[in-house]
């Protein structure tokens, strides 16, 4: 419940901050939706295979940790489409950096890109809607590498 109530609570700050009184409402019936991915995309994670170096109980432990505070970072720090922006996206940080800038946006596809595809694709496109091309060409396979 704490999960949940922090993450509404960032929202609405960001919404009243960047938006106005519609936005703020929309945020409300985003809230439950944007949790579940959160849950979706950790679980996703969790599930991703151990690399051999790091096979034993107490780096699986530290590593559960790890990968439940990057997802939680990445949707805390969600941004809905607002204003001038048409595509959902993530922002560096929700206190001092409002907004989307490219070099993280594309970082943040990276990472997304395994637990949540969509959210991936859709930070590039928030970036600049003519990155069609690159969104359509979007394989998860080249942050493999």
Wanted: include cysteine.
């Amino acid at each position: 419940m704490k999960k949940k109530n922090l993450l509404f609570v960032l929202m609405m700050v960001h919404a009243v901050w960047v938006g106005n009184a519609q936005e703020v409402l929309s945020h409300l019936s985003v809230k439950e939706q944007l949790h579940a991915r959160m849950e979706q995309a950790e679980a996703r994670a969790l599930q991703m295979p151990v690399p051999r170096w790091c096979d034993t109980e107490e780096l699986r432990a530290q590593r559960r940790v790890v990968i439940k505070k990057c997802i939680k970072t990445l949707f805390y720090n969600y941004l809905a489409p607002v204003n001038r922006i048409h595509y959902e996206g993530v922002m560096p940080s929700v206190t001092t950096f409002n907004g989307l800038w490219s070099w993280d946006s594309w970082k943040h596809a990276a990472g997304l890109a395994y637990v949540d595809e969509k959210l991936a694709k859709n930070s590039i496109r928030a970036i600049d809607p003519r990155m069609q091309a690159v969104v359509n060409s979007f394989q998860i396979s080249i942050f493999a590498y």
